[in-house]
Nanobody, 114 residues
Framework: VQLQASGGGLVQAGGSLRLSCAASGTAFSFGTLGWYRQAPGKQRDLVATITASGNTNYADAVKDRFAISRNGTKNTVYLQMNSLKPEDTSNYFC?????????WGQGTQVTVSS
C-alpha cells in the first residue's frame, strides 16, 4: 500500500494550490486520510484530516482557508489551499490509516512567496 502526493509548487501570497494524494495497492477504503506539514527543523504538524464518513478536522492556522475532501471509491484525498500565506511554506505529507497502520506519502513542497 502506498500514498502518492502531488500538486505542490511555488505561488504568490494570496494564491491557491490544490494538493492530491492517491493510495494504491488496495481495493479497500482507507479510514482517516489527511495532510500534515513539516518545515525544516520543525516538527510535523497536522493540517487537516477527514474520516471515512466525511468528518473533517483542521488546524486553527488553516481554518477558513483550506478545505480537505476525499473520493472514497478511489482512496484519494485532496487539499484545496486558498489565501496562501508565506507561513504556509512547508513540505506537505499525506497520511492514511488503513488496517491499524499509519501510512505516509512522500512530501510535496509548497512555497509561498511574499
Amino acid at each position: 500500500v502506498q500514498l502518492q502526493a502531488s500538486g505542490g509548487g511555488l505561488v504568490q501570497a494570496g494564491g491557491s494550490l490544490r494538493l492530491s494524494c492517491a493510495a494504491s495497492g488496495t481495493a479497500f477504503s482507507f479510514g482517516t486520510l489527511g495532510w500534515y506539514r513539516q518545515a525544516p527543523g520543525k516538527q510535523r504538524d497536522l493540517v487537516a484530516t477527514i474520516t471515512a464518513s466525511g468528518n473533517t478536522n483542521y488546524a486553527d492556522a488553516v481554518k477558513d482557508r483550506f478545505a480537505i475532501s476525499r473520493n472514497g471509491t478511489k482512496n484519494t484525498v485532496y487539499l484545496q489551499m486558498n489565501s496562501l500565506k508565506p507561513e504556509d511554506t512547508s513540505n506537505y505529507f499525506c497520511y492514511g490509516y488503513y488496517r491499524r497502520r499509519d501510512y505516509w506519502g512522500q512530501g510535496t513542497q509548497v512555497t509561498v512567496s511574499s
